[in-house]
């Protein structure tokens, strides 16, 4: 998010930005050469331009810091508009402080760079909607091999990951097949990192459980690498 929030810095112009982002938290005055504390409006005219430039850049940095701080919570790292993901024909409502998480892996290609997961990401969705006849791909959030949290069906909306436990969940996928690819440590990291978010923003309860599918259906999912990863976790039960 710290990424997105800095590219729309560089291509909005400042007061739309501040207007945007924190419209409902902090609203700033401003006016079309930028941001501008009411104080300084009663400035005599024979201070320097420059010093008005000056508070203006630091109410801006300000903001910035601010926002990022509210935004940084409950965000994932790549949009599903940024993959290119393709919108869902219909979605479910998931409650909020569900109690449980289920990691997953796709079973699939691994991917280690954005352009790559990209196009797996293109693809795991389309198999899910043309071949499965799902609406949508079928995970909340999904980890490429380049330590990239990717937005799935996101929160609050049900996924389809792990039948009747589809309601009472979110589902974390890893792009790859995991009995023989590999969990990096900023993968592992982006997982805990999301695990913390949804938390922190109330997705599933601070005392949630952890299971890997193959704990809820019959299935070998997520492979014997995370499998023996995830055991290890603290919200991990047996
Ligand atoms: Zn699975």
């Known amino acids: 998010m710290r990424y997105k929030a800095l590219k729309e810095i560089e291509e909005t112009p400042i007061f739309i930005f501040v207007d945007f982002i924190c419209l409902d938290k902090a609203p700033v005055p401003v006016d079309r050469f930028g941001i501008k504390a009411p104080q300084r409006r009663r400035t005599s005219s024979s201070e320097p331009l420059q010093s008005i430039v000056v508070v203006s850049k630091v109410a801006l940095l300000l903001a910035v810091l601010v926002c990022s701080q509210y935004t940084a919570q409950g965000v994932y790292d790549v949009s599903k508009a940024e993959w290119g993901g ?102 592992i ?25 193959r704990q809820v259906s019959a299935t070998e999912c997520a492979g014997t690498h995370i499998w023996n990863e995830i055991r290890g976790w603290s919200h991990w039960s047996g």
């Open 86 to 187: 393709r919108a869902p024909r219909w979605t479910v409502a998931l409650g909020n402080y569900l109690g449980y998480a289920i990691i997953h892996h796709t079973a699939g290609s691994y991917c280690e760079t954005r352009a790559a997961c990209r196009a797996v990401l293109r693809s795991v969705q389309n198999y899910h909607m043309d071949s499965l006849g799902w609406p949508d791909i079928g995970y909340n959030f999904l980890i490429g091999g380049d330590g990239s949290v990717y937005e799935g069906r996101g929160w609050n909306r049900m996924g389809a990951h792990a039948a009747e436990w589809n309601l009472y969940s979110i589902g974390i996928s890893f792009l790859g097949n995991y009995n023989w690819d590999t969990l990096e440590p900023n993968m």
């Open 189 to 213: 990291a982006a997982a805990k990192k999301l695990l913390n978010d949804a938390v922190n923003r109330g997705q599933i309860s601070s005392g949630y459980v952890l299971y890997g599918h």
